[in-house]
């Protein structure tokens, strides 16, 4: 993708109440399978985007939360929404890479990641955030995987990018491996991705009643058609992970 397309490509999704798959319920669901979180706990949300995730956290636990992105018009965001929620004193948004986090090892009691771990790759994510939890400290993030040993040959195509891209019996192993105890896994419901992909077409149709960008625009709908036609083919598992 070039500087351009990303730049399109961010346009398109500004101003989106989230940035992948997931909802308020699932967020709460999560919480409770992460079991027993210390006091106003330390949070860490990588891949924050505007805070759909970061901002409740803080409200529901009375802990601080830190934001990482590497665009910064979402961090912004993040610090709006921070701020209309009231706990704009507890969540802090900071410009970084999800491979060098800026915080230090064991100092992290809940590592969150809702749709962000794939850049990594689900394996080097769970390496290199582990040693950063604390020692009761908890990692929940999301997945894509198949849902089927038989996708369609539509799915294939649109996920051949993500080399990477398993069923969650490997997913589970490769915690295992990664020095995790799966405490739970759970598929997102449908509605989750309607939480996304809802604002998301009406974004697109606007756009496109502006005349911007066709081509980003067709890519952005084909990525909501290949969903919704496979969507028992693919679908984000949430994993409640702590060291082992």
């Known amino acids: 993708m070039t500087d351009d397309q990303f730049e399109k490509f961010m346009h398109v999704h500004s101003g989106l109440p989230r940035e992948a798959p997931g909802s308020q319920a699932t967020l709460g669901l999560l919480l409770q399978l992460a079991g027993d979180l210390p006091g106003q706990p330390r949070i860490l949300d990588v891949g924050c985007g505007t805070g759909p995730a970061a901002v409740p956290l803080a409200v529901a636990t009375g802990g601080t939360v830190t934001g990482v992105d590497l665009h910064e018009p979402f961090l912004a965001g993040l610090a ?24 230090e090892p ?17 394996d080097a994510a769970l390496r290199a955030w582990r040693p950063l939890l604390s020692e009761r400290g908890v990692l929940v993030l999301t997945e894509c995987e198949w849902l089927t040993d038989t996708p369609s040959d539509e799915a294939r195509d649109f996920w051949a990018a993500y080399e990477g891209m398993r069923s969650t019996p490997g997913n589970v192993a490769a915690a295992w491996e990664a020095g995790y105890r799966v405490l739970a896994t759970y598929v997102l419901p449908d509605t989750d991705w309607d939480e996304y992909y809802e604002p998301l077409a ?4 606007s756009l496109r009643a502006d005349g911007f960008a066709p081509d980003v625009l067709d890519a952005a709908a084909a990525e909501i058609g290949v969903r ?11 994993y409640v992970l702590k060291p082992r």
């Open 80 to 103: 709006e929404r921070a701020a209309r929620e009231g706990v704009a004193d507890r969540v802090t948004g900071v410009a970084a890479s999800m491979d060098d986090l800026p915080v």
């Open 106 to 122: 064991g100092t992290v009691d809940l590592l969150w990641s809702e749709g962000s771990a794939y850049i990594m790759g689900f």
């Open 202 to 205: 009406a974004r697109i149709d």
């Open 228 to 238: 919704h036609r496979n969507s028992s083919d693919f679908g984000y598992t949430a």
